[in-house]
Every structure is written in C-alpha cells, then in structure tokens.
C-alpha cells in the first residue's frame, strides 16, 4: 500500500485539525497509508521531519510529502531532494515557483499546489464588509504572517472588492495564525495613543481564529466596543460557523480543507492521471444575499452614538417647541 506523508504546522489550531481529519478520511476512501505529523510552528523542525523521509530506506519513503509549511525560507531545497529521491511534493496554501519545473524532471511524480482560491477569500470579505458597513467606517483588518502567498492574497483582494465605497481598512499583522497572535496584535494596536481617537466599525480577520483573539483583546481593553462587527474565515462547522450561530462572529468564509483533495490528487497520479495544480473554491457563511440583514448603521451614527451626551445635543427632527 502507497504511503502519504501530510506535515501541517500545530495541532493547537482548530482548522489544522480539521485538515489532518479529512486527509486520513480522504486516504482511507482511497485505499492510501497515511501518516500526519505537525511541526509545532518551527520551521526548522518541520524541515528535519521531511528530511527524515526523504533519507530513509528507498522501500521505506512515502510516495509523496504533503506539506503546509511554516515559512516559506527553505523548502524549495526540500522539494528538490524529495523529488531526487523519487517522492512526489504538494504544497498546501502555498505556490512554488519551482514546482513547473519539478513537474518537468518527473512527470510521473504527484507534485503540485493545492490552495484555497484565497484571491476569491478576499473578495468575499471585501463584499460581506460592503454588506455589513452600507455607511462605511474604520475596519480593522488582521492579516495574517504577510510572508505567506494566502495573507498577501487575501489582503490584496479584499482591498480591491471595497475600492470606491466609504470602508477604510487598518491593517494589522499577526505572526501566526492563532487566537494568541490576533490578540496580541490587537492589544498591541489599543495601546497605542493614535488608536484612543479612532473607533472602528468592525474586526475582519484572514481566519476564525485571529478574529476570536481580536475580540477578547477588544472585550478585555474597550468593553464598550463589544457591539463591533467580527467576521472570520475557514468557517469549519464545529468552530466558525458555530461561532455565527452563537452571535460571536456576524460572518465567516468556509473554506473546504484542501489536505483532502490534495490526498485524492496523489492517488490519482499513482494510478496514471497528470499532476495539476488545483483550487477549492471558499463560500460566503451566512450567503452573501442574507449579510444585508446584519447590516450596521454608518461609522458616523456609531461615534454620535458613542459620544456622551450626543443624544441631549442633536436637534429635534420636529423642529423646535412651540
């Protein structure tokens, strides 16, 4: 029976679970030995695991590395000396330019990029902020490690989809995709003296868990800011969309684990099919035609709102006493 190797980055994080679930079901219906491995968010130790693999017994090796990698420094080398020996390499949520030409060398071997479509992740959060915020207003944005291809792909393509409307992002980075990074770059953010004059309207993060981090930031240093919007992505059934229901999320994105396809791209290739590179297409949660319920009022109505005693100030609409 063939053997997969899939190398993911932590089991602490929710969607990493769900990633290694799915890939053991998806190698089971496929008839595949599976072995899941994570590399505790170390880069280094993630490559020594691969090498493990890749200098063992030749009747030892996996037919191919599916790999999520944590960082991008240092892998191309890996890739290259896992196709010498004769082991095919997918990326998850990752591109490479290396792996056309890999394809080229052994065109027998499982090797390509498995992603979410995360330039329409992007847009989708682009349009459910449109949806939320008709009247605009300050957005903080959590990004993830900008290094990865999925943080710079999503922030570029929601930037895009709020082009020309009132909605003004503030991006802030987050050095992993935890709930601990998004609270620290949030508390980080709060405690700054710019930020004691700017309220923001909502919190869109580049996944459930960043979002989550944010909002106990925010609950813990600006209480009163705990009627923002939140929103999220990954959107996993136990985690996101639960988060939805229970109002602590107003929306997220579901994106369908990509280890599972990437597991049936690698029995496809053992049983004579080309390698491709494939994208799982994301999902707006709640639909995109249902986020206008949710809508907010706009950022100027909020701060009115927020001011006190903005209420014994505003003009009566029915004009003054007789």
Known sequence: MAKVVVALQNERQEFQLLEARVARESAARGGLDIEVVFADDNAIQQIHQLFAYIRAPEDARPAALIVQTVGSEGFERVARNAVKAGIGWVLINRTGGYL???????RDLPIASVSVDNEEVGAIQGRQLRALLPGGGSVLYLQGPADTSTARDRLLHAQKAIAGSPIELKVLASEAWMEASGERAVSAWLRLKSSEG???VAVCAQNDTLSVGARRAILAHRPEWSDLV???????????QRLVQSGELTATIVTPPPTASAVELVSDVLAGKPARDLRVRPRSHPPEE???RHARPAAAALAEAATPGAALSRPDPRGPHR
């Open 100 to 106: 056309d030409a890999l394809r080229t060398e052994r």
């Open 198 to 200: 700017s309220r923001p």
């Open 230 to 240: 939140f929103t999220g992505c990954n959107g996993s059934p136990d985690y996101g």
């Open 290 to 292: 249902e986020l206008s």
